[in-house]
């Protein structure tokens, strides 16, 4: 019982919440940022869209709209790698908080990424996700047909 009640006090620390704070703000802003770059691939190949139809453009420059699809597609990922890695590192500081281990010396330190190759997994894990990979998809099956058939 004794053991329970020193983890909630550790818990209860206002160290400990202002560091899962910190990281909680962290996860946040990386969902925000993936949200943005959903919203402005939307905006930009609804444009790209409007102004290739509009303007009646030959079909060899409509190939450009899918740039801006890949872009932030990769910028999606790279967020949303980002977003796992900080989870990870508040799930370790979570368990050394828990298992008694020196957490003190971690409390509001956040280290920068040291393998890059660890990111670089992380983005392309980020691919296969349900969040990225069909949304994009969508959005650019939807942008061919609207081309090819929408425009005649």
């Not at 560091?19 to 402005?40: F, L, P, V």
């Not at 992380?122 to 996700?129: D, H, L, V």
């Not at 069909?134 to 005649?152: E, K, N, Q, R």
Request: some cysteine; proline content about 2%; glycine content about 4%.
């Amino acid at each position: 019982m004794d053991e329970n009640k020193e983890k909630l006090e550790v818990l209860g620390n206002s160290a400990v919440q202002a560091h899962i704070s910190m990281h909680q703000d962290i996860i946040n802003r990386m969902a925000g940022n993936s949200a943005n770059c959903k919203n402005w691939t939307i905006t930009l190949v609804a444009a790209m869209l409007v102004l290739l139809v509009n303007k009646n453009m030959q079909i060899p420059n409509a190939c450009f709209f899918l740039i801006p699809i890949v872009l932030f597609y990769l910028l999606d990922c790279y967020y949303l790698g980002l977003e796992r890695m900080c989870i990870a590192s508040q799930n370790e500081f979570l368990e050394k908080v828990k298992n008694g281990n020196d957490y003190i010396d971690s409390l509001y330190k956040m280290e920068a990424i040291k393998d890059n190759c660890e990111q670089l997994c992380n983005t392309i894990q980020a691919m296969k996700s349900f969040s990225t990979t069909p949304f994009y998809l969508i959005v650019a099956i939807v942008a061919i047909v609207l081309l090819y058939f929408g425009g005649s």
